[in-house]
């Protein structure tokens, strides 16, 4: 059984190309049109079926049942300048643009109303990812590095209604999948173990020489694609007045397990010593409230993102977010205009390549990872869309986002006391373009 929900999981990430990439963090501002195109609010404004996941208590604002289904074409851009100068072996410094800049992410929400108290659906849905295919670049800085998380949620969504105020919770099976793999050359092998030996103290020349004539060929690393289910939940609840609806969140963590992944990435630069496997997805908590009048709606969410909780995140000292989403609605006959606004400073910072942290890690191998292999630093999103009714029954939801550049500049794992400064830089912008079609019945 396990192995078939697998293959259903699998058949719908396929849609993609190499990975999905992601905005706070390594989540989607939210899923569905509607939400992403007012800024990714969802928790206190209803967005129909699409509330499964934002704030399942709000499922209840359909009439009878509704359908969405449809998904994202998500195109990132994203570049790095990496410093790799081996002195007297060469200098593999080098630039490269990511190949992993287009990708289709599906999504399916159905709820229905069972009396007038109670209701449920059921989902699937991309919900986060990152990645980076640097193939091509050999013996240059990005070291041919290809990363790919891919998440994906199947949840049944239930809800409970009365007198204004409804509450519900959201059990849900996860699908993840991780890959990473690089390619260290000839001599930046022997660069490493030169400056290895060398932090420990060794300066016989000899000893040295003898131990980089070891060396002798390019070392291909990585463990191959690594797969998990595991279940989680997510729950919500609201409350309904007078134009007003407030609303509160709670997402669980999910510590998912990619046997040998990175314990093999890692380990090649720690020399082993590195034995965590699990990449949770991270608790999150919010709170939103929105307001219609007339023709008008007006939406706030906050949110919190517990990534320096998340195992994995948090060794490669991932700082919590603090998200701000804000969007507005304007309906006409027959179609609506959606805007929005999302923010959320970037989780990831720079490390003191002097000291190692918790998990033993240098801060120079954290900075090139997080630069290099899982650059989750986009922090703005400006939004945009509208839905647009077909027939009494059936609309067309549209959204698109634009993140603008990031920009981040860090010392790589290649820093040495007294030598020159190697660094990483990474720039990342994002577009995205949804379409849902929803059917009311």
């Not at 697998?6 to 396929?14: N, P, S, Y």
């Not at 040295?208 to 690594?226: C, F, L, P, Q, S």
Request: net charge neutral; proline share 2%; charged share 15%.
């Amino acid at each position: 059984m396990k192995n078939k929900i697998k293959l259903t999981l699998i058949t719908a990430l396929a849609l993609g190309t190499t990975s999905v990439y992601a905005t706070n963090g390594s989540n989607l501002i939210a899923t569905g049109a509607k939400a992403r195109a007012m800024g990714g609010t969802g928790i206190g404004v209803a967005h129909g079926a699409e509330s499964a996941l934002a704030n399942v208590s709000l499922i209840t604002d359909i009439e009878k049942t509704e359908v969405s289904f449809g998904g994202m074409f998500f195109m990132p851009d994203v570049s790095n300048k990496d410093s790799i100068n081996l002195g007297q072996l060469g200098d593999e410094s080098g630039t490269a643009t990511s190949a992993a800049d287009l990708n289709v992410i599906p999504e399916v929400s159905i709820a229905t109303k069972i009396n007038d108290n109670f209701y449920m659906g059921i989902g699937i849905w991309g919900t986060a990812g990152m990645g980076v295919d640097y193939r091509g670049s050999k013996n240059s800085g990005q070291m041919e590095m290809v990363t790919n998380l891919q998440l994906m949620q199947f949840a049944l969504p239930l809800a409970y209604t009365k007198n204004n105020f409804s509450v519900g919770v959201t059990p849900l099976l996860q699908y993840g999948s991780l890959d990473i793999n690089y390619n260290m050359s000839k001599n930046l092998q022997k660069a490493m173990v030169a400056g290895g030996m060398q932090a420990q103290g060794i300066t016989d020349q000899n000893m040295i020489g003898a131990e980089m004539a070891k060396v002798t060929a390019d070392k291909n690393v990585g463990a191959g694609v690594a797969q998990d289910l595991k279940f989680g939940y997510n729950l919500g609840a609201s409350y309904q007045k007078n134009g007003f609806t407030i609303g509160a969140t709670y997402k669980s963590q999910i510590d998912m397990f990619y046997k040998g992944v990175l314990t093999s990435a890692i380990g090649a630069m720690t020399n082993n010593a590195y034995k965590n496997d699990i990449l949770s997805t991270p608790a999150e908590m919010g709170i939103g409230i929105s307001y219609e009048f007339g023709k008008n709606t007006f939406a706030v969410d906050y949110k919190k993102i517990k990534w320096s909780d998340a195992k994995g995140y948090q060794d490669f000292d991932w700082d919590d977010q603090n998200v701000l989403a804000l969007g507005y609605e304007y309906k006409m006959k027959g179609m609506g205009l959606r805007i929005g606004y999302n923010h959320a400073s970037s989780p990831i910072s720079e490390q003191d390549t002097t000291k190692s942290n918790s998990a033993g890690l240098s801060g120079g191998l954290v900075n090139t990872f997080n630069t290099l292999g899982f650059p989750g630093i986009i922090e703005s999103h400006y939004t945009v869309g509208g839905c647009f009714r077909i027939n009494e029954q059936t609309s067309l939801a549209t959204a698109f986002v634009y993140a603008p550049e990031s920009t981040i500049n860090y010392k790589n794992f290649l820093n040495q006391p007294n030598q020159p400064i190697q660094r990483s830089k990474t720039t990342h912008s994002q577009k995205s373009l949804s379409f849902d079609l929803v059917y009311q019945f």
